[in-house]
């Protein structure tokens, strides 16, 4: 199994003492009212998916990851962890106050110790996390709608964020403890946004191969207008296991974040991610992380080559699909035949197919399609 990445699991979840003590201090205490995605990212600080962070960036930091897509003590990493706020909302704030960050049910999620307050510049910010400016990238106009401040400094969690999913949401203490029963020592993780079609399935199981067992982790969070919905990719998934998988050889958990669309950067960061999970190797395929035409289909992997420390081995696979003559899933280096034999699957491809009332079986299992025509509205 991996190392945590940066040698250690971080644990910000507060203890039942500490709990009690910050609780009867609330009431004194600045509140800071955050969004649905910064209560995801708090979690992953808190229960150790973002180790080696502890916190939301200092400026230091935030300016090594910015420029440099390393921590300022040399760990890799590619996005920034940040907590953006307006003048008004921490008025005479300084640092080395604790506020409370509570969500917007006005429930306290978690303590934060203010180490650092900051300006940053929103256009060097996108160019360098999204590689444009340009405002048709979901994550650029993010960046542009960002307060005028950052908060930097190490977080306590004090509740629970609320879970739909209960039973996947998996904590990387958790999962390691799993993989040490199975008797795992090679796990790889295989990411995804969508359920799960013909081509996944093959990826997967060709990733299986060679290591022990496989983490399928889908990204539960906001999604752009058109991907699955949240519940639609959990029960395909749970689906696909259960018909086509060795179930002894799978694990299915969920990673409650945002998709930032961030191309070869989040690719790095979502293999960061998997490694404190507990896997040594990550599947990392054709456009991983991207939206639009804004990086090179090949781009998320050609990046793992800028990073031999990682400490976590990609797996690179190129585009695959349904060969007519060969009467198989192949993929470009094994299929000898000409394009026109070559039936491409992809997540649009079958959202096209689902919104035009088309037949969905050469594309994904008959298991899986069951469950999408169950859901009168799949799509977000």
């Known amino acids: ?21 910050i609780k009867d201090e609330i009431k004194e205490l600045h509140k800071i009212v955050v969004t649905d995605d910064t209560v995801s990212d708090i979690w992953n600080i808190a229960i150790g998916a973002f180790s080696p962070l502890e916190g939301f960036l200092e400026h230091e930091d935030f300016r090594t990851v910015l420029y440099g897509r390393r921590l300022r003590n040399g760990v890799p990493w590619t996005i920034p962890i940040t907590l953006d706020v307006s003048k008004s909302d921490i008025p005479d704030i300084k640092e080395g106050d604790t506020v409370i960050l509570i969500d917007k049910t006005k429930r306290s999620i978690a303590s934060l110790n203010i180490t650092d307050i900051f300006n940053f510049d929103k256009e060097e910010t996108a160019k360098h996390v999204y590689g444009t400016k340009d405002k048709a990238h979901p994550g650029v106009v993010k960046t542009f709608h960002m307060k005028e ?8 969690l004090i509740n629970e964020p609320p879970s739909p999913f209960e039973k996947y949401h998996l904590k990387p203490i958790e999962t390691r403890r799993m993989f040490k029963e199975k008797g795992w020592k090679t796990i790889v993780g295989f990411q995804t946004r969508n359920i799960p079609h013909l081509g996944h399935e093959y990826i997967q199981k060709t990733a299986l191969s060679f290591v022990d067992g ?6 539960i969070g906001k ?30 958990g969920i990673l409650q974040q945002e998709m930032r669309y961030a191309g070869p950067r989040e690719a790095i960061f979502h293999a960061i991610i998997r490694k404190n999970f507990g896997c040594t190797h990550f599947v990392v395929g054709r456009d991983h992380a991207g939206v639009g035409d804004f990086y090179s289909p090949y781009a998320a992997q050609q990046i793992f080559d800028e990073f031999p420390d990682l400490g976590v081995t990609p797996l690179t696979f190129p585009s695959v699909f349904f060969c007519t003559r060969c009467n198989g899933m192949a993929n470009e280096k094994i299929c000898p035949h000409s394009i026109e034999y070559c039936l491409k699957i ?4 079958i959202r096209e197919a689902i919104n035009k009332g088309e037949a969905l079986t050469d594309l994904i299992r008959p298991e899986v399609a069951k469950v999408v025509k169950s859901w009168d509205k799949p799509f977000v």
Do not use: C, W
Not at 214 to 219: T, V
């Open 1 to 21: 199994m991996s190392e945590p990445h940066g040698g250690k699991l971080v644990n910000r979840i507060l203890e039942e003492k500490q709990r009690e003590k």
């Open 149 to 156: 401040l950052m908060l930097g400094g190490k977080i306590g």
């Open 214 to 219: 496989l983490f399928i982790q889908p990204i």
């Open 223 to 252: 999604k752009k207008k058109g991907d699955f919905k949240d519940e639609v990719i959990i029960a395909a998934y749970q689906a696909l296991i259960d018909n086509y998988h060795s179930k002894d050889r799978v694990i299915l």
């Open 346 to 349: 992809s997540g649009t491809k």
